[in-house]
């Protein structure tokens, strides 16, 4: 059984920048951050596979930069320029390793509890 815990959430103004952390317990799979706002579905922000192949969202690219300490069973979102339209709760996700990710929730059997992002204009 995989357990994701999710810290670094907050609120910044427009512009700033915030590292999300997500600590695993047990093996450690392909991971990702998905995010959902307020009256909108969830979508992929980030993936990365366990030899670090990474997948962005188009909304984010050259803002996000997904990582991971394999040795710390840790994933990071490091998060720039953000914009009031990144407002949501962020979730981090685990799968099996496959290879490749991509930014589909169905891929992803573990979830954490979301740490919220909130970004004023």
């Known amino acids: 059984q995989v357990q994701l815990v999710e810290s670094g959430g907050g609120s910044v103004q427009a512009g700033g920048s915030l590292r999300l952390s997500c600590a695993a317990s047990?093996?450690?799979?392909?991971m990702g951050w998905f995010r959902q706002a307020p009256g909108k579905e969830r979508e992929g922000v980030a993936a990365?596979?366990?030899?670090?192949?990474?997948l962005y969202a188009d909304s984010v690219k050259g803002r996000f930069t997904v990582s991971k300490d394999n040795s710390k069973n840790t994933l990071f979102l490091q998060m720039n320029s953000l914009k009031p339209e990144d407002t949501a709760i962020y979730y981090c996700?685990?799968?099996?390793?496959?290879?490749?990710?991509?930014?589909?929730?169905?891929?992803?059997?573990?979830w954490g509890q979301g740490t919220q992002v909130t970004v004023s204009s």
């Open positions: 996700a685990a799968g099996r390793d496959r290879g490749w990710v991509r930014l589909v929730s169905n891929d992803y059997d573990y």
């Open positions: 990365i596979t366990r030899v670090g192949t990474t």
């Open positions: 047990g093996i450690t799979y392909s």
